[in-house]
T-cell receptor, first 111, second 112 residues
Framework: QQPVQSPQAVILREGEDAVINCSSS?????VHWYRQKHGEAPVFLMI?????EQKGHDKISASFNEKKQQSSLYLTASQLSYSGTYFC????????????FGKGTKLSVIP | DTEVTQTPKHLVMGMTNKKSLKCEQH?????MYWYKQKAKKPPELMFVYSYEKLSINESVPSRFSPECPNSSLLNLHLHALQPEDSALYLC???????????FGQGTRLTVV
């Protein structure tokens, strides 16, 4: 079942913060975040496993709320290079190769 | 080498043609994937090979036929495609289930 991402699109000025949410009606085992720039391949950002963890590197971090079956991606002090479409992919069980992507959130960072 | 290489980058084929897409990785990954992506849509999983065996087939029409000749190579054979099959076909690989995936640049397929 496809996870639901919100917002669908967001425009930021450089230096502003953004939050992208990903939620599912099914119990989740893992949430994967990818960014895809126009005309390019998706690039891995991070994976979160059930257990309610939080991860981050540089100014991009994410959390996984197991009770709400929701993950949030936090982008702080956005840079022009953050522009692209962000996809969350959800996995439903250990040992499963299946990853279902949400419809994506288009992030545009302007000077 | 952290690359997944796909060839060709672009392909135009007629509905009666037979063609193949190729994907190669040398990271020792044990899982390889084919995804289909339409414009402004997310990637949709088509097939997964794990340890060179087909482990997932997401009810893909038989006009798409995957093949994994060895642990580094993944092919997608195409036959009698329809115009609605036009899309970006992405190959990806990962160390194992649940691991981060590396995507190739894709093959942009146009069926005429």
């Amino acid at each position: 079942q496809q996870p639901v991402q919100s917002p669908q699109a967001v425009i930021l000025r450089e230096g502003e913060d953004a939050v992208i949410n990903c939620s599912s009606s099914k119990a989740l085992y893992s949430v994967h975040w990818y960014r895809q720039k126009h005309g390019e391949a998706p690039v891995f950002l991070m994976i979160l496993l059930k257990g309610g963890e939080q991860k981050g590197h540089d100014k991009i971090s994410a959390s996984f709320n197991e009770k709400k079956q929701q993950s949030s991606l936090y982008l702080t002090a956005s840079q022009l290079s953050y522009s692209g479409t962000y996809f969350c992919g959800t996995g439903v069980g250990a040992g499963s190769y299946q990853l279902t992507f949400g419809k994506g959130t288009k992030l545009s960072v302007i000077p | 080498d952290t690359e997944v290489t796909q060839t060709p980058k672009h392909l135009v084929m007629g509905m009666t043609n037979k063609k193949s897409l190729k994907c190669e990785q040398h990271m020792g990954h044990r899982a390889m994937y084919w995804y289909k992506q339409k414009a402004k849509k997310p990637p949709e999983l088509m097939f997964v090979y794990s340890y060179e065996k087909l482990s997932i087939n997401e009810s893909v029409p038989s006009r798409f036929s995957p093949e994994c000749p060895n642990s580094s190579l993944l092919n997608l054979h195409l036959h009698a495609l329809q115009p609605e099959d036009s899309a970006l076909y992405l190959c990806a690989s990962s160390q194992d289930w649940g691991s981060k995936a590396f995507f190739g640049q894709g093959t942009r397929l146009t069926v005429v």
